[in-house]
Structure formats: structure tokens, C-alpha cells
């Protein structure tokens, strides 16, 4: 009899490979394997388009490796897609001023091999002699984040972590939030040597050895640049808990959930380049999940078996205005690059181009976060606001005297040529190419002619994004990193551009003060040299420390006011995630970060 | 000059070569700009940390901050002690890395070489024989099919056929099967077919051009004459001296074919051979392990040319080892 959550498959299990391994053997004598002979199957398998890099997520922390390590451990705690913190290994509480935080680990988490019960001890090590080690040795990738904060052990099970400025964002900022442990008895040797290279090439740490009951399932095999593959874990912490001991908003059939997690006894991630391939295997039901490119979605549409999810995303595709020394100096006036944006359509590129999984931007920040005030947003592209005549009309008003338009509608420079920008984007993908050669033919519009340079985005980064001051040293007045050296005047990439399409920027909808990193004069990643008229940094500050969420509410409302009229980059579209699950596949819904009760999915009764 | 004379030398340019490829490489990486670092800042930048101090603990990891003759040494002694560094992306000794890859590569590398050598040359020798029949305009043609598709096309078609709409092959690799099993040779069917028929077609039409040279040589003529039988003039008088010429071919051009081809074949297939590891490696920036995937074909490219003059003093007693 086939148990409930178990589907019907194909697909490759352990049985197949015991086949496999016979099957030499029989074939001689039977001819065939028994084709016909389909068996039950509870195996979770998803494709991505690449593996991850390393189990060591000191130094690596992108989405493949988390999301394979987020099956064998959880982490600290996560949130849910309405913004509630879930405790995992542990919860953590606001002492009341938005500056002291407690930490509180469970009393049943267990290390595997000998390293015994989870403690704050080994948390406030790991913090301490890696995160906040000396030189970074061990080449944490969380470094930044710990650097300036105080943490103290006060408890067998409880830790407290003081930030150096009040921060009521605090815990949904990636410090604590989905980060992971290790134990104290494996860290010391390395700790001592600050022998970073040795730890990361540990096997303990490349194959989770230590992971013990603190994951849902158990690390298997990785073959490399082809298969994760994670079993259940039956010591699963989380099936001990009682009902008590989950958040209130969690509803009963949610805890029996999570108390009977996981329902797949395998769960595996396969990594396969080619989008035909990993859609073919998505349309033949050899995998459960994976994403699908906007262009690839419509071979899904009207299939009853494949459900295509839109999931929010919180990444924003610009276009970048360079205001430095080497790119069009006319970037530099506000109303300039209003009329630039006012006669790019950004509904034909969301709705066309993008096929409509994606949304018109206007501001650093999707419609559906809570800091998304339409009242002080000012539109640019869409609707009465893609207007090419009267961004023409804007252009003439607001250029530098020289600069007109001749019988024929061509935008001619002083000199009496025409202006031409150069637009660089990243190649790799079709819309990306399509999108940017739709916005330069906007732009001839207006009579400017663009040309484009379609460069890898390893090498846009370098060549493009990073400047360096062309100055004496001695005359530079402040650096914000390599990609932004300097106040503009004084600082250059080392390729000329003026136009830059195809960098997706996190709007970090839960921490929005987090993007002061973009928008003040000397914020690290302004590579475009946008000088505010408005105080961006006062403003940001007082979103960062105060405790007050209707006055942080109106500030953010009042900065993505400013952004939007200022347009120091045109906010082109926010995209969504499009993701195909089989249609047996129970759980995924399309909200943003809907993945956090991933462990409570199953199959279909039905 | 005795053939051992002969052969030690061959090893001793062999070794020379080895050391200009590796210092090349050495030269080629150091002034590279590093690009993962600038990622890695950038991704700081975004992330509001300090994108200068990433710079400095990255390069000190890795011992950027070391002079050049430092780093030259370096370099040059794990070369040699064969310890050829950590792959960043794929958290494993490079070795490693290339051990693992190698046997899937010849899971249909070694049956589609065997496979189109043998036919390759068999077509080849039947074309010159048979020449302007309609049996050779049709090796031609197929051996122009062959050269003139593009591999990765032909690849995905040939999975959209047999996978997608026939069902008869499953469309993702799976490593989990064991080699000698009926699933295995059910996923390598296709890959095998497609590079065979790359590398047959080339080695038809050069078996062809080189066996026409001897069809009508005078000694072949002679042994017809003498009534010797079809296939023994065909193996014996015609096969042996156009196999010297082949030769270069075998080692040379098949490698080549095989190399190139696996990355799209891999690619398209998911086999994670050797293609496939130095297609990410290169599209990651995996510098060690770009480094270990060129400088294996570069090794064996070396240590074929060195077996194919050696083989040529066996096929072709002519030649002699340039002792004046």
C-alpha cells in the first residue's frame, strides 16, 4: 500500500541503483529490467542552474550553498513571509532599547561526533575567535556584520549581543538571522593556528559531520557540481518539541508539521547549466522544483501537473546614471535624468520584455513593503509618466547652454555633434541585452544616440563599477572603498560609461535602513557618484536609531521620496522569482521568503 | 643514435615544455586582474561592510601579499609535488576535483574513440577504394553532416527526441548508477553518439585522403597483379603506410575533438566529467582549478605527442632518430 505523502515516480532511488548494479547481470538473462514495474518514491529533488561552493559557510554564503546546508541544519532562527521570527536552535529577544539583545539556544540541540550539547558557549566562541578574529583569518564572510558588536555569555544557554548603535532592525538583519554554528571543540585547533585554510579543508566541515540532531536531514553524499543528496534525519530535534514550545501564531496543523518534519525521506539538489535541460526534466517530472527563466514560463502555462509560482523578490534591476568625472556631465542634473527616465517605458519592459513576471519600479523599494509610501513616491515611465515629448521639453529646459535639438529632433552637444552615450551591460541573459537595446532605442527618442558594450559582469565589476581616485593622495578627501574612491570630480572607473544596465540591487524590504549603503554621497556601493541635495545620511541615521516606528515610517517614506524624485539611478522594474513545482507539491506559497517552512512541505494526499 | 637515446630525449623535451607551460601559466595568473575579489567587494559594499577590508583579509588568505618570487616558488614546488591547490568552489584538492571528473569523461569518451576509430577508419579505407561510388558519396555526406553540425545543437535535439518526446532516455545524469548497468549505458547513449559522430567524420575523410594516396601506388598494383586477395591489399599494402600519416591524427585532432566537444557535451548532459569541471571552473573563476583542467590536456597533449613518435619509429621502420 502506498503511504499518503508518497507519490508515484520514475525518478532515481536507491532501489534504481540496486538495479543498476544487477542489472548487468540480468539483462544477460532476462533481457530487460521490468520497465513497467514504477515503484513509490518520497524523494524532494531540485534543480538549480549551479552547485554550491563549499559546506563552509564561514566563508561562503550564497543562496545554493544555504539552501543545501539549511537541510541538514537549521539555523539560529528564520522569518516568516508575514515577519515573524521563528525560533529555530534558538529565540532571540529586544532587552528594550534596541541596542541589548538575549539569545536563548534550546536544551536539546546535539552536535554530532563528540562535541556534545549546543551551547551560548559555542556560539559566543564562533563570534568571537572567527567572525571577530584577528586579520579575519579564517576570511569570514560574516565579518562586517559582528564588527563593533559586544557579545557575552550570561547563561549555559543564553548569550547576549550589544550593538554598537541602537538598531530596532536588528534582528532581521542577516547578523543572527539564518546564521549557522560550529562547535567549539572543532574550531579551537584552527583558532589557535588561525589556520583558516585548515578549517576550511576539514572533511568535518565539508561534509557536516558535526551537524548532529540540529537539521532535519542527514548530509549523504555531495558529488560536486552534480548532486546534493540529505536523508532524513529521525533525531530531528524539532520532533521533540511540544506544542509549548512554538510561537503563538503558529496554528496546530503547522506544529503537528513541524513536530512529523520532514515528510520526504530523501531531499536532493541537482546542478544542471543548461535551461532546456532542467526545463525538460521539470516537464517530465523528474524533479520537483526549479526556477524558470521569464522566457522559458509560457511552455508551462495551461499544464495542469507544473504549478508556476510568481514569489516576490526583493532584487531591483536599474539603470545607472554615471555622475563621475567619466561619464556625461549633464548626468549630473537631477532633471536630466528625470527626463531620461520619463522616456524609457518601463511597462513595455516589464510586460513584454519580461513577460510579465516582474514589476514597474519607481523607488528603492517593492509596492508591497511596509516602507512603501505611494504618497511621497514620484513616478517616472509609467502611464501619464512616460511621456517622450515632455522629456524632451525637460531635457531643453535643463541642459547647459550649448546643447540643443536641430530640425530634425537629434540632441546636438556644444559642439554641434550629436550626443551619444554609452550604455554597458552584463551579458548572459536575453532580456538583459533585449532590455537595454529597447532603452536605447527609447532614448534615440529623444534624439540621443546610444552605444552599447556588452561586457561579463566579473569584468563590469572591475572595469566598470569600481573607481579609484585620479588625484594626489594626499588631496583625496575620503574613500568609501573601491567603488567609490572619492567625491565624483576626483574619481574614475577605469572604462568611460554613462549609461549602466543589468546590476540587481537587494532593497532589503525587512532592514530598509540597510540601504544607506547605496544612497549617501560616501556610501560603499554609490560607484555612480550620486550627491543628494537632501542630508541622506542624517536621515538614514535617525531610521537606524530610533525606536519609534511611526517616525522611522515617515523618514523612509520621506527617503524613497527623494530617491524617487531624484533619480539617481532609473528604478526599472522589480522581478519576481518564477518558480515551477510539480503539482502534487504541497506547502510553497507566492509570498516573499516563503521558503522558511520548507521542512513542513509534502506531497499531495490526493 | 639507439631508439632508448632517442626516446630520453623526446622525455627530456617533454619535461622542458612541462616547465615553459607551467611558468607561463604562473606569469599568465599573477597578472590577471582578480576579479572574485572584486565581486567579493562589491558584495561587501552592498552588504554596508568595509569593501577595503575584505580586500586586505583576502589577499592574505591566499598569500596575494607575498612577493612575486615567493609566489613563483610557491607555485612551482606544489606543481611539482603534484599538489595543485584547493578548488574555492568546489571545496576540494584540484587533484581531487580532476580524479573525480576523469572517469565520467571516459564513461563515453573511450567507447565513442574506439568507436570512431575503428568505424572512422573502416569507412575511410572502404571510401578510397570504392571512390565516386554511391556508397562513398554517401560516407561523405555523412562525414560533412558530421563535421558541419554544431555539437551542442545537435546534442539538445537529439535529448529533446529521445527524452522529452520518446521518453527513451531520462533527460538529467544521474551518478548515482553504476557503470556497468543498462541505466548507465541508457544516459551515455547519447552523448556517445554525438561525439562519435564529431570525431568519425574527420578521421573518415583523413583515412580516405590518405589511403587514396596508396590505391594506386605502384606496389598495390603489383600485388593485384600477383593476385593477392581484396582485404589483405586493403590491410597489408594500403592500411599500414597510410597509418603513420593517421597517427597524428589519432593523438592530435581526436584529442582535440574530444577535449572541445566535451564541454558542450557535458554542458548540455550534465556529466560532471572533465568538460564540465573546466567549463564552471572558467565561468567561476576558480583559478587553480582553470589552472589544473588546462594543464592536464597540456600534460597529455605533451605525453602524446612524445607516444606518437614513438609509434612512428614502430609503424614505419623508414624513419630513422636523426643521428647526423
Not at chain 1, 556534545?116 to 563570534?127: F, H, K, L, P, R
Not at chain 1, 549581543?161 to 567549539?184: H, K, R, T, V
Not at chain 2, 614546488?77 to 574555492?88: A, I, K, R, T, Y
Not at chain 2, 582553470?290 to 597540456?298: I, S
Amino acid at each position: 500500500m502506498v503511504e499518503n505523502n508518497k507519490r508515484y515516480r520514475t525518478g532515481i532511488n536507491r532501489r534504481r541503483v540496486l538495479q543498476g548494479l544487477t542489472a548487468a547481470g540480468v539483462i544477460g538473462a532476462a533481457g530487460c529490467l521490468g520497465s513497467d514495474d514504477e515503484e513509490t518514491d518520497d524523494t524532494y529533488t531540485v534543480a538549480d542552474g549551479t552547485d554550491a561552493e563549499s559546506m563552509n559557510f564561514i566563508q561562503v554564503s550564497d543562496n545554493n550553498t544555504n539552501n543545501r546546508l539549511a537541510l541538514v541544519m537549521d539555523s539560529a532562527y528564520t522569518v516568516t513571509s508575514d515577519d515573524q521570527i521563528f525560533p529555530l536552535w534558538m529565540d532571540v529577544e529586544d532587552t528594550g532599547d534596541a541596542q541589548v539583545y538575549v539569545a536563548t539556544l534550546r536544551d536539546n540541540l546535539q552536535w554530532g561526533g563528540d562535541y556534545g550539547q549546543m551551547t551560548a558557549s559555542d556560539w559566543v566562541y564562533m563570534i568571537q575567535e572567527v567572525h571577530q578574529g584577528e586579520g579575519n583569518w579564517a576570511l569570514s564572510e560574516a565579518a562586517g556584520n559582528w564588527d563593533g558588536t559586544h557579545v557575552e555569555e550570561t547563561g549555559e544557554l543564553e548569550f547576549q549581543i550589544e550593538l554598537e548603535n541602537p538598531n530596532a532592525d536588528w534582528p532581521f538583519e542577516p547578523d543572527l538571522w539564518g546564521s549557522y554554528c560550529m562547535p567549539q571543540g572543532l574550531l579551537e585547533p584552527y583558532v589557535d593556528a588561525q589556520d583558516g585554510e585548515g578549517l576550511d579543508q576539514d572533511d568535518e566541515v565539508q561534509e557536516l559531520a558535526y551537524a548532529g540532531n540540529l537539521g532535519a536531514y542527514t548530509f549523504e553524499r555531495w558529488d560536486r557540481d552534480s548532486e546534493f543528496v540529505a536523508v532524513r534525519n529521525d533525531d530531528y530535534y524539532m520532533n521533540e518539541l511540544d506544542a509549548d514550545d512554538f510561537p503563538d501564531y503558529i496554528s496546530d496543523e503547522q506544529v503537528e508539521a513541524w513536530q512529523n518534519a520532514p515528510s520526504f525521506t530523501e531531499f536532493s539538489y541537482q546542478a544542471i547549466d543548461e535551461d532546456s535541460t532542467r526545463m525538460s526534466a521539470l516537464g517530465q517530472g523528474e524533479i520537483e522544483e526549479t526556477n524558470i527563466p521569464s522566457t522559458r514560463v509560457e511552455q508551462f502555462e495551461g499544464r495542469p501537473d507544473v504549478d508556476v509560482m510568481e514569489v516576490p523578490y526583493s532584487y531591483l534591476t536599474i539603470m545607472a546614471y554615471n555622475q563621475r568625472m567619466n561619464g556625461w556631465e549633464e548626468l549630473r542634473t537631477r532633471e536630466v535624468r528625470q527626463a531620461l527616465s520619463m522616456a524609457i517605458d518601463k511597462v513595455e519592459i516589464t510586460e513584454n520584455i519580461l513577460r510579465g513576471y516582474a514589476e514597474v519600479a519607481h523607488t528603492f523599494q517593492p509596492e508591497w513593503s511596509e516602507w512603501y509610501d505611494e504618497s511621497e513616491v514620484t513616478q517616472f515611465g509609467e502611464g501619464d509618466s512616460y511621456d517622450p515629448d515632455a522629456a524632451r521639453d525637460l531635457l531643453e529646459e535643463n541642459l547647459s547652454s550649448g546643447y540643443g535639438y536641430d530640425s530634425d529632433g537629434t540632441l546636438l552637444d556644444p559642439d554641434g555633434e550629436q550626443v551619444t552615450l554609452t550604455m554597458v551591460y552584463s551579458r548572459g541573459t536575453e532580456t538583459t541585452a533585449t532590455t537595454a537595446e529597447f532603452m536605447g532605442d527609447e532614448l534615440s527618442d529623444l534624439g540621443i544616440e546610444v552605444e552599447f558594450d556588452s561586457v561579463t559582469f566579473d569584468q563590469m565589476i572591475p572595469n566598470y563599477v569600481q573607481n579609484s581616485w585620479q588625484g594626489d593622495e594626499d588631496d583625496q578627501p575620503w574613500t568609501g572603498g573601491p567603488n567609490n574612491d572619492g567625491p565624483r570630480d576626483g574619481s574614475a572607473s577605469e572604462e568611460d560609461w554613462d549609461l549602466m544596465y543589468g546590476i540587481n540591487f537587494n532593497t532589503y524590504p525587512r532592514t530598509p535602513a540597510a540601504t544607506d549603503a547605496f544612497w549617501t554621497e560616501q556610501a560603499p556601493t554609490n560607484y555612480f557618484g550620486y550627491v543628494p541635495d537632501a542630508d541622506m545620511a542624517s536621515l538614514f541615521s535617525t531610521v537606524r536609531t530610533s525606536a519609534d516606528q511611526s517616525e522611522r515610517q515617515e523618514t523612509l517614506a520621506e527617503i524613497f521620496g527623494i530617491l524617487s524624485e531624484d533619480q539617481p539611478v532609473n528604478f526599472v522594474a522589480m522581478g519576481d522569482d518564477i518558480i515551477g513545482y510539480q503539482g502534487y507539491v504541497d506547502g510553497p506559497e507566492e509570498e516573499f521568503g516563503q521558503a522558511w517552512d520548507r521542512h513542513t512541505w509534502a506531497f499531495d494526499e490526493a | 643514435m639507439s631508439m632508448t637515446t632517442y626516446i630520453l630525449r623526446r622525455v627530456a623535451w617533454a619535461v622542458v615544455a612541462s616547465l615553459i607551460v607551467l611558468t607561463l601559466t604562473f606569469m599568465l595568473l599573477y597578472f590577471t586582474p582578480d576579479t572574485q575579489l572584486a565581486e567579493l567587494q562589491f558584495q561587501a559594499a552592498q552588504a554596508g561592510d568595509d569593501p577595503s577590508e575584505i580586500g586586505e583579509a583576502y589577499e592574505s588568505y591566499y598569500g596575494y601579499d607575498q612577493p612575486i618570487h615567493v609566489q613563483y616558488v610557491d607555485f612551482m614546488g606544489n606543481m611539482l609535488s603534484l599538489d595543485w591547490g584547493w578548488s574555492e568552489t568546489r571545496a576540494q584538492p584540484v587533484t581531487t576535483a580532476i580524479a573525480d571528473a576523469i572517469p565520467y569523461s571516459m564513461m563515453y569518451g573511450v567507447p565513442s574513440v574506439i568507436i570512431s576509430t575503428v568505424l572512422g577508419i573502416a569507412i575511410g579505407l572502404y571510401s578510397a577504394t570504392n571512390q565516386y561510388t554511391r556508397s562513398d558519396y554517401a560516407a561523405t555526406f555523412f562525414a560533412f553532416f558530421g563535421l558541419s553540425i554544431p555539437d551542442f545543437w545537435f546534442a539538445i535535439i537529439l535529448l529533446v527526441i529521445f527524452g522529452v518526446m520518446l521518453g527513451w532516455v531520462p533527460i538529467l545524469f544521474d551518478t548515482s548508477v553504476a557503470v556497468f548497468s543498462l541505466e548507465n549505458a541508457q544516459q551515455l547513449i547519447l552523448p556517445i553518439i554525438v561525439l562519435t559522430l564529431s570525431s568519425i567524420a574527420s578521421l573518415m575523410r583523413y583515412s580516405r585522403a590518405e589511403a587514396l594516396e596508396y590505391v594506386e601506388a605502384e606496389f598495390v598494383k603489383t600485388a593485384k597483379a600477383k593476385g593477392v586477395e581484396g582485404r589483405r591489399i586493403l590491410t597489408r599494402h594500403i592500411f599500414r603506410p597510410a597509418s603513420v600519416p593517421l597517427a597524428t591524427i589519432l593523438v592530435g585532432d581526436l584529442l582535440g575533438i574530444i577535449l572541445v566537444s566535451s564541454y558542450l557535451i557535458e554542458v548540455v548532459y550534465g556529466i560532471p566529467g572533465l568538460g564540465m569541471l573546466s567549463f564552471r571552473a572558467i565561468i567561476n573563476q576558480d583559478t587553480p582549478l582553470v589552472m589544473g583542467t588546462v594543464l592536464l590536456p597540456a600534460f597529455l597533449t605533451i605525453i602524446g605527442n612524445l607516444a606518437q613518435d614513438v609509434a612512428y619509429t614502430v609503424l614505419d621502420p623508414r624513419i630513422d632518430y636523426g643521428d647526423s
